[in-house]
């Protein structure tokens, strides 16, 4: 339950995103399928997060350190264009255009928001 909780918190940080930022996009007509494309692409977001993330952390550890962490943007930005890129390839309705500054945002806006509304769901501890 607290996975679908989690996709659900991600979708909606995605979708604030495409309201806020003038370069991301859903371009899905219908409700359901703005929902439905939103679901789906937080699916992809998480995958690409949780496969990729640890892997450039660990190989670009001297990057993070030397510029004291300021690289992570550079980083989150480009897993957000990869996520964008994928979802293209599955014919799903969300779009980035350009790497500055509608990825870097993007993703500052949807991991400051997903912090926000995770910090109200009780992690059943």
Same mark, same amino acid.
């Given at each position: 339950?607290?996975?679908?909780?989690?996709?659900?918190?991600?979708?909606?940080?995605?979708?604030?995103?495409?309201?806020?930022?003038?370069?991301?996009?859903?371009t899905t007509d219908s409700t359901a399928g703005k929902?439905?494309?939103? *679901?789906?692409?937080? &699916?992809?977001? +998480? /995958?690409?997060?949780?496969?990729?993330?640890? =892997?450039?952390?660990? %190989?670009?550890? !001297?990057?993070?350190?030397?510029?004291?962490? *300021?690289?992570?943007? &550079?980083?989150? +930005? /480009?897993?957000?264009?990869?996520?964008?890129? =994928?979802?293209?390839? %599955?014919?799903? !309705?969300?779009?980035?255009?350009?790497?500055?500054?509608?990825?870097?945002?993007?993703?500052? /806006?949807?991991?400051?928001?997903?912090?926000?509304?995770?910090?109200?769901?009780?992690? !059943?501890?």
């Open positions: 339950m607290g996975i679908l909780i989690r996709l659900v918190i991600t979708a909606i940080s995605l979708w604030i995103a495409t309201v806020v930022i003038d370069g991301i996009s859903l929902v439905g494309t939103l *679901l789906a692409v937080a &699916v992809i977001f +998480g /995958l690409v997060n949780a496969i990729l993330r640890p =892997i450039i952390k660990l %190989l670009g550890c !001297g990057l993070y350190v030397l510029t004291l962490g *300021l690289i992570a943007l &550079v980083v989150n +930005g /480009l897993l957000f264009m990869l996520t964008s890129w =994928i979802a293209g390839q %599955l014919d799903l !309705g969300f779009h980035v255009d350009n790497f500055w500054p509608s990825a870097v945002l993007g993703a500052l /806006l949807v991991g400051i928001v997903s912090w926000l509304l995770n910090m109200l769901v009780p992690d !059943g501890d």
